[in-house]
């Protein structure tokens, strides 16, 4: 398909680890992206991957990277309740300039 | 320091009226994007600029029209608003091509047409 899918929800307890996944389709990707979206707010920049990384690791933050497949993940470990957002995966698609795709994004909630 | 401000935050229109919306940026970064997110769907790109005075199309135009007159703003437009258009917009701006360089966002601007 032409989409980037993403689970639209996902829920964890507080201290455990939460994985976000994501398939994209444009195997020509230069860069895929995480970004987060706190209530009433607008998207950040979480991290990113490039295309020839198979795993990124930031702090608490872990992406992997599976290109055969085209599977994106993001795991959180010790999530916490300000780790509650919608997470948007995205793939950098085509032209000079390019396009972000997003997906619909994933909204974590985190219980205590 | 502001980063990316889009004015209004709220707005309500009736079928067929006209408004503009603006997004500014401090960071005099080349490109900005205008996005419009709705639920279930993520986020898709309205129209996008990549340098003073010039302005392109995304995936969903039609029914906007932007100017970049100035680097630092870029402005949409919807000329006769319908309730299609009903969504939260987001403006964006990237030092250079939103492939390889962080995006920063707005706030977004949440428009009802009525």
């Known amino acids: 398909g032409e989409d980037v899918e993403q689970s639209l929800f996902l829920s964890v307890r507080e201290g455990d680890s939460s994985v976000i996944n994501c398939t994209y389709t444009?195997?020509?990707?230069?860069?895929l992206y995480w970004y987060k979206q706190e209530p009433g707010a607008g998207l950040q920049l979480l991290t990113y991957?490039?295309?020839?990384?198979d795993m990124k690791q930031d702090q608490r933050l872990t992406v992997l990277l599976n290109k055969k497949d085209k599977h994106l993940s993001l795991r959180i470990a010790d999530t916490q309740t300000g780790d509650s957002a919608i997470y948007f995966c995205?793939?950098?698609?085509?032209?000079?300039?390019?396009?972000?795709?997003f997906g619909k994004g994933t909204k974590l909630s985190v219980k205590p | 320091n502001a980063g990316v401000t889009q004015t209004p935050k709220f707005r309500v229109l009736k079928t067929g009226q006209s408004m503009t919306l603006l997004c500014a940026q401090d960071?005099?970064?080349?490109?900005m994007y205008w996005y419009r997110q709705d639920p279930g769907m993520g986020l898709r790109l309205i129209h996008y600029?990549?340098?003073?005075?010039?302005?392109a199309k995304g995936e969903v135009p039609d029914g906007y029209n932007v100017s970049r007159l100035k680097k630092q703003n870029f402005l949409l437009g919807l000329e006769s608003a319908a309730p299609s258009q009903t969504s939260v917009y987001f403006c964006?701006?990237?030092?250079?091509?939103?492939?390889?360089?962080?995006?920063?966002f707005g706030q977004g601007t949440r428009l009802t047409v009525v």
């Open positions: 964006a701006s990237s030092h250079g091509g939103i492939m390889n360089t962080e995006a920063f």
């Open positions: 960071m005099n970064h080349e490109y």
């Open positions: 991957i490039f295309s020839n990384m």
């Open positions: 995205a793939e950098s698609r085509g032209g000079s300039q390019g396009n972000l795709i």
């Open positions: 600029s990549v340098g003073e005075g010039t302005t």
């Open positions: 444009d195997s020509s990707s230069t860069y």
